[in-house]
């Protein structure tokens, strides 16, 4: 989803990155997240575990870390200042989605499920809707000219980051994300930028 490196050396990285994912991920999913280590990655994927540490801070960023957020902030921040805030979500993520690949969907059902899987994952999970917050908020505002603390703008964006949590599968059902709830996502930010009509 990110803009592909034009260097070497940014290609180098990111390959070296994309290679301690995948490696993490097929071990995460063949012998259980707790029971998998750095030291067990890092060697699975031919670096040292310096290495593995520059490119994720800790064992649960390699899964919690989303492409898709700063590609989504982008979007929003392209749309025209006239768009009202709700609906320039909806057109960024509406663009962010349509261009995600087979690949990609693969990839991000087999993160979510891990995610919705790990007790810790899907607790740091939600601290990071914080984040979200600030991110969706401080774009909010820039949008309309105003300070990123403004108020109607966290209103804004909390409102929105609770629409998102409200379509994300319970506990009980660790499958992953597929399409169909991308699209239950935008029906719940349309029911947010409607008034939230009963239905």
């Known amino acids: 989803m990110t803009a592909p490196p034009t260097s070497l050396r940014e290609r180098k990285k990111a390959k070296t990155r994309a290679a301690i994912r995948e490696h993490a991920m097929r071990m995460f999913e063949e012998q259980g997240y707790a029971q998998t280590t750095v030291d067990q990655i890092a060697e699975a994927a031919e670096v040292s575990p310096s290495t593995f540490f520059r490119y994720f801070p800790t064992k649960e960023d390699v899964v919690l870390v989303d492409d898709v957020d700063a590609v989504l902030i982008e979007g929003i921040r392209a749309q025209p200042a006239e768009v009202p805030p ?22 991000e059902r087999r993160r979510q499920r891990l995610v919705l899987g790990v007790p810790e994952l899907r607790a740091r999970m939600l601290q990071q809707m914080t984040d979200a917050i600030d991110l969706v908020a401080g774009v909010i505002a ?14 804004t964006a909390g409102a929105a980051v609770g629409a998102m949590l409200s379509v994300l599968p319970s506990g009980g059902q660790v499958d992953g994300v597929t399409p169909a709830d991308y699209q239950r996502l935008e029906t719940a930010l349309t029911l947010l930028q409607n008034g939230l009509p009963l239905s």
């Open 86 to 107: 709700v609906e320039a979500i909806l057109r960024a993520m509406r663009a962010v989605f349509a261009d995600m690949s087979p690949e990609t969907w693969e990839f």
């Open 142 to 155: 820039e949008r309309a000219g105003l300070p990123a603390d403004n108020f109607s703008a966290r209103v």
